[in-house]
């Protein structure tokens, strides 16, 4: 999965609580992103960060927040705030901003479920 | 609203068959054009990509898609399926003049399915 690791793979979270969903890469990539994926819908970007200490909401940001202190590191909360939080959270990274042409490297995934 | 369709669920090929997976897209100007690969439970895994030039793209695992301007389509071709093959298949866009970012805009996803 190209140098993007996301941990951990499978998480579970009780109602009320937040969570956070590592992801770090060592591509030396600038961009990062954050897709949800549930059956059916396709990739949906929550949030993206072009460089270090910046960051843009995506289309479904809402119960959402992450944090880009590293340019390795891109970690997800998923706060008590999101109401549908069950999915696959997908991790990318992709060189440098403005490289509209650049694909997206993609992590392995980690499976969100509320109990 | 800029859009991609991927207007089968599911395709179903036998091994040794050509296949075709569709992609129409729906994006002012002139976009960038990808396919992914998404076997269960793993993360996304870049074929190909259509920038300029020449219409016909060929990228990983002998897989090749052709663009077509004048019907703003995008598909996915093999001409002779694997087992191996079936997965989960993306098509993506991402429009020019995205403000400094390449922001994807994905298909719902076509399961591709080849049978013995």
């Known amino acids: 999965d190209g140098g993007i690791t996301q941990s951990p793979k499978y998480l579970f979270r009780k109602e009320g609580q937040n969570v956070t969903l590592s992801c770090e890469q060592n591509?030396?990539?600038?961009?990062m992103y954050w897709y949800r994926q549930d059956p059916g819908q396709g990739l949906r970007l929550i949030y993206y960060?072009?460089?270090?200490?910046?960051?843009q909401k995506g289309d479904i940001a809402e119960g959402y927040s992450v944090s880009r202190e590293k340019k390795e590191s891109f970690p997800l909360t998923v706060t008590s705030a999101q109401k549908n939080p069950t999915a696959f959270y997908l991790c990318?990274?992709?060189?440098?901003?403005?490289?509209?042409?650049?694909?997206?490297?993609f992590g392995p995934g980690t499976r969100l479920t509320v109990l | 609203a800029q859009s991609v369709a991927q207007p089968e669920d599911q395709v179903n090929v036998a091994e040794g068959n050509p296949l075709t997976v569709k992609c129409t897209y729906s994006?002012?100007?002139?976009?960038?054009l990808f396919w992914y690969v998404q076997y269960p439970n793993r993360g996304l895994q870049f074929l190909l990509k259509?920038?300029?030039?020449?219409?016909l793209v060929k990228g990983s695992y002998g897989f090749e898609a052709e663009f077509n301007k004048s019907q703003t389509s995008f598909h996915l071709k093999k001409p002779s399926a694997l087992v191996s093959d079936s997965a989960l298949y993306f098509c993506a866009v991402t429009p020019p003049r995205t403000g400094g970012y390449n922001k994807l805009i994905f298909g719902a996803g076509t399961r591709l399915a080849v049978h013995p």
């Open positions: 990318a990274s992709s060189i440098g901003a403005g490289g509209y042409y650049n694909e997206q490297f």
């Open positions: 960060s072009q460089i270090v200490n910046d960051f």
């Open positions: 591509l030396n990539h600038d961009a």
């Open positions: 994006v002012s100007g002139n976009p960038y």
């Open positions: 259509y920038i300029t030039g020449d219409n």
